[in-house]
């Protein structure tokens, strides 16, 4: 079954990619702004600006340039960016690393805070802890996240400042990696200073991304395990003797977590997308950050390159949602 | 008009089976309904019972279309509506009307009862204007027992039994003349239940309705149909009048049902009596392990097929020479003559999981008993068919205990019963075979092992090609096999032929085996 | 014989106002079965769910006792009342399809109160639990027990939950509507299984029912109810006499009956309702 669903969802990963590419390749190109402007110096001819319009092949129709960088994005080019002179797929794996290190490590957090605020408020059902979660919930849900990313910058950056407000490590470390997975790798060599560092600069932005979404995932799941503790194999378990809580985490969570977990799943991908602005706020060096400077300098190869990777990832992430739905559910394994 | 109102011709219905798709292939199809037949007069009820699975829903819901039947035929008043498409449909619609399970989930929680009952009466335009049509709903709620002040309420505003009888009023605005009613007294309280089943009866009187009833419970059935319809998975096992049916029921299916229905009577021991099914208790196909001998051609081939598409767990296809592929990974090819014990014991071992035993290999010489040279061929025929399943009877019965119970099915033939001197000594070995099954039969009784004894007709194989017609598709012959197992038939006559002769036998003995003797 | 369950004077009531059950007294002998009858609305579910302790929110005990085995259920400490459940009382519900949980093994949900209450380790409780669906009647015990729910039939299921039920082998067993959710072939067989294990095990079952048919077959004693008050109480054979309560008969009446087709459509009569409501509204203007 879940052989079946990886090739059938791969499968169906090709015209999705092929849509995503074809809107971002057209709506780059009709937004106003030209990139070769900004490229060249005051006072270059218009001869100048024909020869590099050759150079990043723009000169053709939007169709002969879609062709032109759907044949070389098959061979795995995806062109030169024009603000960095760099090729576009080194710069993206260059910063991605960092991006996902920081959506992972938030969804984490979110998921844990969500499932724990979830759990708590079914527990304390019509008492005070749970009107507590109910407002606090109510409350994070309208904030969103770069207000979150802002006033954290203020309150333990500013006012109380005990965390670093910029970039992704000390660079008086002087630590080397040898890959972009840097908090991996710091864990897995046993670094410990370097991991607490890591920390320190990751903690205030995903937070700042966790909040909302752990709002979320405590909406949806508190009312599905509501919902989970009413069915009679929890009214079974209770007459088994079985505590509260133990009937809560053992038999009502897993089955009340399917809808939560599918809207992690299409959340995960909002929760990319916010990291345009708080990676921006707090000047860490992922692939938002990155987004922000190449729409800036109309930077078309470097936009395209970036958004067919937040596409991958969102398809990667829903295909992990899937595959779980069938350890969640015994009934969609047969 | 004359004639009955609705008359069905072997009705099917095939669904897919998502459950058991592969990627980007079709799901295979399962049958829902096979061959059902049925002629329901005017002002007539039909109650049609059966438990979870049998079908009954799905044959209510294809008679008023809602689902299309994959073959057969169904007259509505003389029309043929089995193909028609929803817009040719919508004229037939309001003659005849459904009423659901759940009255909760069928109303409109955000309608007035009005305006629910009057849907049907604009939608399929027995009235254009909305008023008129809102007097008719009046009129239908009346006639429902609820009175129009009912009209201005919503759903949520009414008990069980009152959402019931605005089910009933949506389905008589219309002035229907048939009505299917599936489980509509299931869930209801029994002095809710009484009422519902006055008002049905009383607008079946004063209408002139046709109603199909559907239902679970038997005792409901019996209280309101003139006739009864009993299923089982997919297929009509016995049908009469309620009276009939309920007094003598002629199939065992039949007898266990009635027999498990708790009356509100003392009955010391009633819980430890087995229903009355000559010993022989039902076996579902599904799940078990089958080893079937002579599978290499004929009806032992198709019996492969049939017992995979049953659900089968795993399927032991005996041949002679243990030749024999399958593409279906369940198929496990074996070499088993069963002449020959060495091969029988080795059997026993190596299919050491059988549940099931259909010994179906058989040899037939077409052979008159006194012709001067036959004798070998009679001997011949004894062997296998008699000695040879009786060998796989005494070898696989411990097998089958050993693995918490199953089923022996032995087939045998008509001519077991009466003899057909063309294939005289045939007969007389099939007559063995039957003899030995009844024995055996008794004594596996207690043992968890059910013992069928099967007597079909002429089937048109290889073997009976100088068998005079008609004979049956070997396909057919295994369907009904496979049902009268399911079933708990413990002698199943399959084929229209076997169950003439069988007839025949009953009513006029004589007049049969003259008839036979005539075939020399 | 003492009595296992000894329910006085309870009372039941909606919290916002509103008495569901009205001063129910019964008792339950070990080895016995008692039915527990009524249509819907009748308060049988309540009195079920009030001895199990797992009353809706909307609704509290507001009177009387449970006597159970000498203490009083609505007495007893959380911890203390936990402790019982399972190991001296324990349910069969009504709906097989919903009382086994779709994401826990069988063998999981069989074993977890005799490892975690009981204290049996992995295999002892695993070889319980193998032994308890052999005496249900299970075939290829071994196989069921590492099967989800939805693998089995309704039938199957039921027999697990039995087999639950009886596990640490309770002195009082609530059977909840036990069969309505049941084919009626496979009902006649979980009547039997629940009739012979409780025999087997001398256990007291408090079985609720709306049906007459099955209380003939499964109970000793009957509480027959109506709008929370006991109407009737007796043995099996008074209540199915012809000196039965009025209300008794006119439900006997209304029961359809295959063998009696010509006389089964008696609703029951609505004097019959009206006085009983009549009682039940005199109940509540002196218990306001």
């Known amino acids: 079954m879940s052989g079946h669903l990886l090739l059938r969802r791969l499968v169906q990963a090709v015209p999705t990619l092929f849509g995503v590419s074809v809107v971002v390749f057209v709506l780059v190109r009709v937004v106003p702004g030209n990139p070769i402007a900004m490229m060249l110096p005051p006072g270059a001819t218009l001869e100048d600006m024909e020869r590099l319009r050759q150079a990043y092949g723009l000169d053709g129709s939007i169709v002969e340039q879609y062709v032109i960088w759907l044949g070389q994005a098959l061979q795995g080019s995806f062109g030169t960016s024009i603000s960095l002179r760099q090729d576009v797929l080194e710069l993206v794996l260059g910063r991605l690393p960092a991006t996902l290190e920081l959506a992972v490590f938030a969804t984490a957090m979110a998921i844990a805070v969500g499932v724990l605020a979830a759990t708590t408020g079914v527990l304390f059902r019509g008492r005070w802890p749970e009107t507590v979660i109910d407002a606090v919930n109510g409350f994070t849900l309208a904030v969103p996240d770069f207000i979150w990313a802002l006033a954290l910058i203020l309150v333990f950056g500013v006012l109380l400042p005990v965390l670093p407000i910029s970039g992704r490590v000390d660079p008086r470390l002087g630590t080397e990696f040898a890959t972009g997975f840097y908090l991996t790798e710091a864990l897995v060599s046993a670094r410990f200073t370097v991991v607490g560092d890591l920390l320190a600069h990751m903690i205030m932005p995903a937070i700042a991304l966790a909040l909302p979404l752990a709002a979320i995932i405590t909406r949806v799941l508190k009312n599905s395990l509501a919902e989970a503790m009413v069915q009679d194999y929890v009214m079974i378990a209770r007459v088994k003797g079985f505590s509260r809580w133990r009937i809560i985490w053992v038999e009502a969570l897993r089955n009340a977590s399917i809808p939560a977990l599918t809207l992690t799943g299409v959340q995960f991908t909002f929760l990319v997308g916010g990291t345009v602005l708080v990676e921006k706020i707090f000047s860490y060096p992922g692939i938002g950050n990155m987004a922000i400077d190449a729409v800036i300098n109309r930077d078309l190869p470097l936009i395209q390159g970036l958004i067919l990777s937040f596409a991958v990832i969102f398809i990667v992430v829903n295909l992990l949602v899937d595959l779980s739905y069938g350890w969640l559910n015994p009934r969609l394994r047969s | 008009m004359t004639g009955p109102l609705l008359q069905v011709r072997d009705l099917t219905l095939s669904l897919p089976d998502r459950s058991r798709g592969k990627l980007f292939a079709k799901p295979p199809m399962t049958d829902i309904l096979r061959g059902i037949s049925l002629d329901l007069p005017r002002g007539e009820s039909l109650g049609i019972v059966g438990e979870s699975g049998s079908g009954k829903t799905s044959l209510g819901r294809t008679l008023v279309r809602l689902y299309q039947p994959t073959s057969g035929q169904i007259l509505f008043d003389g029309a043929d509506i089995t193909t028609l498409d929803e817009g040719a449909m919508r004229t037939h619609r309001k003659h005849m009307q459904m009423i659901f399970q759940d009255p909760q989930s069928s109303l409109n929680p955000r309608r007035r009862v009005g305006e629910i009952v009057a849907q049907p009466v604009l939608a399929l335009g027995v009235e254009r204007d909305r008023r008129a049509a809102l007097k008719r709903a009046d009129l239908a709620l009346d006639r429902a027992g609820l009175g129009h002040a009912f009209a201005r309420r919503y759903p949520h505003e009414l008990s069980g039994g009152q959402r019931q009888r605005v089910g009933i009023a949506r389905a008589i605005a219309t002035e229907p003349r048939l009505i299917v009613a599936d489980e509509i007294v299931s869930g209801l309280d029994v002095s809710t239940q009484a009422q519902i089943l006055a008002l049905l009866n009383d607008l079946k009187q004063d209408m002139g309705l046709s109603l199909i009833f559907i239902s679970h419970d038997l005792s409901v059935v019996r209280v309101l149909a003139d006739r009864v319809m009993v299923m089982l998975g997919g297929r009509v096992v016995e049908e009469g009048t309620s009276a009939d049916v309920f007094q003598g029921p002629r199939h065992a299916y039949t007898r266990q049902l009635i027999d498990a229905v708790p009356l509100p009577v003392i009955e010391p021991g009633w819980l430890d009596t087995k229903p009355a099914t000559e010993g022989t208790r039902m076996v579902d196909i599904k799940g078990q392990t089958v080893l079937v001998t002579g599978t290499s051609r004929g009806i032992g081939r198709v019996f492969v097929d049939a017992l995979l598409a049953a659900g089968a767990a795993r399927v032991y296809a005996a041949t002679r020479d243990g030749s024999g592929s399958h593409s279906d990974a369940r198929v496990v090819a074996v070499k088993l003559d069963v002449t020959n014990s060495a091969d029988i014991s080795t059997a026993a071992q190596t299919c050491a999981d059988t549940t099931v035993l259909i010994n179906n290999a058989g040899i037939n010489f077409n052979s008159k008993l006194l012709e001067t040279d036959q004798v070998d061929a009679a001997a011949a025929e004894i062997t296998t068919n008699y000695l040879g399943t009786l060998n796989m009877c005494r070898a696989f019965a411990p097998v089958i205990e050993g693995n918490g119970g199953g089923a022996i099915v032995n087939m045998a033939s008509i001519l077991a019963r009466v003899n057909l001197p063309l294939m005289g000594s045939l007969c007389a070995s099939k007559a063995a075979v039957y003899s030995m099954t009844q024995g055996i039969r008794a004594e596996l009784a207690s043992k968890g092992i059910a013992v069928f004894a099967v007597l079909p007709g002429a089937v048109d194989t290889d073997m009976t090609k100088d068998f005079p017609p008609p004979k049956a598709a070997p396909a057919d012959i295994v369907a009904e096999v496979l049902a009268g197992i399911q079933a708990g038939e413990a002698d199943i006559y399959a084929g229209d032929m076997a169950k003439g002769v069988s007839g025949g036998l009953a009513a006029d003995r004589p007049a049969v085996i003259a008839e036979m003797a005539g075939y020399v | ?288």
Do not use: W
């Open chain 3, 1 to 288: 014989m003492s009595a296992i369950l000894d329910i006085r004077d309870l009372r039941v009531t909606l919290r916002r106002g509103g008495h569901l059950v009205r001063d129910v007294s019964l008792s339950v002998n070990a080895g016995e079965v008692h039915g527990l009858v009524g249509e819907s609305g009748a308060g049988k579910t309540m009195i079920a769910r009030a001895v199990l302790g797992i009353l809706p929110d909307a609704v509290k005990v507001s009177g009387g006792k449970i006597g159970f085995r000498g203490d009083d259920l609505l007495q007893l400490a959380p911890k203390r009342f936990r402790a019982l459940l399972g190991r001296e009382i324990a349910l069969i519900p009504q709906d097989p399809l919903t009382g086994l949980n779709p994401a826990r093994r069988i063998s999981a949900q069989m074993t977890d109160m005799l490892r975690h209450h009981l204290g049996q380790s992995r295999q002892e409780a695993r070889a319980n639990a193998l032994r308890l669906l052999q005496e249900v009647q299970i075939r290829d015990a071994g196989q069921v027990l590492d099967r989800y729910p939805h693998e089995l039939s309704g039938g199957m299921r039921q027999r697990v939950l039995i087999a639950i039920a009886f596990s640490a082998e309770p002195s009082l067993i609530v059977a909840d509507e036990p069969t309505t959710a049941l084919d009626v072939t496979v009902q006649k067989q979980i009547l039997r299984l629940i009739r012979q294990m409780q025999e087997r095990h001398g256990t007291a079952v408090l079985f609720v029912t709306h049906d007459l048919g099955v209380v003939a077959k499964v109970c000793h004693q009957v509480t027959v109810l109506h709008t929370g008050q006991v109407v009737e109480q007796g043995g099996i054979a008074e209540i199915m006499s012809t000196g039965a309560a009025p209300f008794t008969r006119a439900l006997m009446g209304a029961t359809p009956r295959y063998d009696q087709p010509a006389d089964a459509l008696h609703p029951v009569p609505a004097h019959i309702h009206r006085e009983l409501l009549a009682a039940a509204r005199r109940f509540d203007e002196a218990n306001p």
